[in-house]
């Protein structure tokens, strides 16, 4: 098969119309001769929200539900309330333990009877039901501020939830450290 001689200044490829000849979703003009210039990309686009022809009318906007009050509160009472009564009974577990220790003379509990254990285990099994109630007063006061439930009381809940462990294991700690 032979090739038609080189000529120099004109390209060695035909130009085909191409299958895809119509106007480009790119901006600037068709490098291809024969097509159309096209519009910048998104110039010819309505504007968005604005009513489009063949679609009725747009939506109208949905009001705001506002938000109960009652997750804000439940989370601050549950908080509130976990942090004042796990700090009494954080007390009440600090001299039990309090009493081990000055009894036995050791931290390690691990070798003692369950009838000597028995002033331990119904305070600290208390205590740890008033921390989990108040990991979940935490969890709804999250869950409040975001709704927008409440807001003042929810942050405060959220604050407050921060704080109360180390109120309520300090408290413990001075209790167990105080007869020593």
Same mark, same amino acid.
Not at 20 to 40: K, N
Not at 108 to 113: F, H, K
């Given at each position: 098969?032979?090739?038609?001689?080189?000529?120099?200044?004109?390209?060695?490829?035909?130009?085909?119309?191409?299958?895809?000849?119509?106007?480009?979703?790119?901006?600037?003009?068709?490098?291809?001769?024969?097509?159309?210039?096209?519009?910048?990309?998104?110039?010819?686009?309505?504007?968005?929200?604005?009513?489009?022809?063949?679609?009725? &009318?747009?939506?109208?906007?949905?009001?705001?539900?506002?938000?109960?009050?009652?997750?804000?509160?439940?989370?601050?009472?549950?908080?509130?309330?976990?942090?004042?009564?796990?700090?009494?009974?954080?007390?009440?577990?600090?001299?039990?333990?309090?009493?081990?220790?000055?009894?036995?003379?050791?931290?390690?509990?691990?070798?003692?009877?369950?009838?000597?254990?028995?002033?331990?285990?119904?305070?600290?099994?208390?205590?740890?039901?008033?921390?989990?109630?108040?990991?979940?007063?935490?969890?709804?006061?999250?869950?409040?501020?975001?709704?927008?439930? &409440?807001?003042?009381?929810? /942050?405060?809940?959220?604050?407050?939830? /921060?704080?109360?462990?180390?109120?309520?294991?300090?408290?413990?700690?001075?209790?167990?450290?105080?007869? &020593?």
């Amino acid at each position: 098969m032979a090739q038609p001689p080189y000529n120099p200044g004109q390209s060695p490829y035909q130009q085909q119309p191409s299958p895809y000849a119509g106007p480009s979703p790119y901006a600037g003009s068709s490098p291809y001769p024969g097509q159309q210039p096209t519009v910048p990309y998104g110039a010819g686009a309505p504007p968005y929200g604005a009513p489009q022809a063949g679609y009725g &009318m747009p939506p109208t906007p949905v009001p705001a539900k506002k938000a109960s009050p009652v997750l804000g509160i439940v989370s601050f009472l549950l908080v509130i309330g976990a942090g004042i009564v796990g700090a009494w009974y954080g007390r009440s577990v600090g001299n039990a333990y309090n009493l081990i220790l000055q009894q036995y003379g050791t931290w390690d509990t691990s070798g003692l009877s369950p009838s000597e254990l028995a002033p331990v285990q119904e305070p600290t099994m208390i205590l740890f039901a008033i921390c989990i109630a108040g990991l979940v007063g935490w969890i709804l006061a999250i869950v409040a501020t975001v709704k927008g439930s &409440m807001r003042p009381l929810s /942050v405060t809940a959220l604050v407050l939830g /921060v704080i109360a462990p180390f109120v309520i294991f300090g408290v413990f700690g001075q209790a167990v450290l105080a007869g &020593m």
